[in-house]
């Protein structure tokens, strides 16, 4: 209570020192209602270093984990975290689903929406914003910033090829002048996916071996299942299926290495309608959609893709119409997946007579999101009577 006989507490704030007001009874002090969770946040702000920094390390299938990140290597993510105890954890790389970082801007937070739900251009603008808006001093935050948008750059390559010597340019130089990041593997992988789509096997190789020596089993499951996609994009199907059943044979442990199992599984099927043994590779789909995770987009987007291919070549076309349409209804976060289906749908579509539909289906292909696209390029080839 001061001279006057007012009571007042003081809270410090950017501006310097502010006094709030309370009320008066009996001739003691009360903080009025709405002013006591404004004192505590003063007394909270008033105790807390200002320059201390906060990050939050979001983990596959585990709780986030918030603190002061002191190390990163290709490895693991090293934090000192403060709640629910004064830790330091060490984060498997591989178990690193993004960091939000001090400083950090909304747009930041908002690319990472539209990467995970395949709105490739838009996540490069976001995180584009978010690097030339970002608060932070820390070259960490502007390396993540960074490489958020090398990498959609990547996976929108794999949907049109026109970006993809850009794409690979700057994965290579990441790779090469962040070795010690913890998305080094993560980018060896995507290269290796980039030089596939391009055909150039060697050196598609060369990045799935590497992959192949990282630390981890899914990494290393990982590395199986795309050598076996080389094989096969190289016809060597026998290699390729030997590839995919030394994954199947796994056993899996946890929902990542069971959607790797399906994925390996899905392979096989490929391997299968290469062989023309469609009505195999039908039930083995058929046991991939039930048994996979409802929320596995990746899996579940390929395995009905396939299933329609399977139906397509059976003459089922009213089914092939169906799994194919299910890829663009539930499935459209997996890019490449759903322009492959778009272009199969449009030949179903006129080939059953709904003209008007082919149309719309047509229209979407060769619109802005696809139009470079392998697919929308076959779409101009005339089908063969």
């Not at 929406?113 to 001093?137: P, V, W």
């Not at 390996?264 to 062989?275: P, Y």
């Not at 039930?283 to 409802?294: N, S, T």
């Not at 139906?311 to 089922?316: I, N, T, W």
């Amino acid at each position: 209570m001061d001279k006057n006989g007012n009571c007042r507490v003081q809270s410090r704030r950017a501006g310097g020192v502010s006094p709030l007001f309370l009320t008066v009874t009996n001739g003691r002090c009360y903080l009025p209602r709405s002013a006591a969770a404004l004192a505590a946040a003063a007394i909270f702000l008033s105790t807390t270093s200002p320059g201390r920094a906060v990050e939050t390390v979001a983990r596959k299938g585990e709780k986030a984990v918030s603190g002061e990140i002191t190390d990163i290597s290709k490895t693991e993510v090293t934090i000192k975290a403060k709640s629910p105890k004064d830790e330091t954890i060490k984060i498997p790389a591989n178990e690193v689903q993004s960091i939000s970082w001090t400083g950090e801007v909304p747009e930041a937070n908002l690319a990472r929406g539209d990467e995970a739900g395949g709105r490739y251009q838009r996540a490069i603008d976001n995180y584009t914003k978010a690097l030339a808006n970002s608060k932070s001093s820390n070259a960490l935050a502007k390396t993540e910033l960074e490489y958020g948008i090398i990498r959609s750059g990547a996976r929108l390559a794999l949907t049109d090829p026109s970006r993809m010597d850009e794409a690979i340019k700057k994965l290579d130089e990441f790779r090469s002048k962040q070795s010690g990041h913890y998305r080094y593997y993560d980018a060896v992988a995507l290269l290796g996916q980039l030089y596939l789509a391009k055909k150039e096997f060697v050196k598609a190789q060369t990045a799935f071996d590497t992959l192949a020596k990282a630390p981890w089993k899914d990494a290393q499951t990982a590395a199986k299942i795309a050598i076996g996609r080389l094989m096969q994009a190289e016809n060597k199907l026998d290699e390729a299926l030997a590839a995919y059943e030394a994954v199947i044979a796994q056993s899996a442990e946890g929902g990542a290495e069971a959607s790797q199992r399906q994925e390996a599984l899905l392979g096989k099927s490929r391997v299968l309608i290469s062989q023309k043994k469609f009505d195999e590779a039908q039930k083995l789909l058929q046991d991939v959609i039930k048994e996979a995770d409802a929320e596995d987009a990746k899996v579940q987007a390929e395995a009905n893709v396939r299933l329609g291919d399977c139906y397509r070549e059976l003459g089922q076309d009213k089914d092939a119409l169906l799994a194919y349409l299910r890829v663009e209804v539930l499935f459209s976060s997996e890019k490449a997946l759903e322009a492959e289906a778009l272009f199969h749908l449009t030949r179903l579509f006129e080939k059953v007579g709904q003209k008007g539909r082919a149309a719309e289906i047509r229209d979407k292909l060769e619109g802005d999101e696809f139009k470079n696209s392998e697919w929308a390029r076959q779409l101009k080839t005339p089908v063969a009577e």
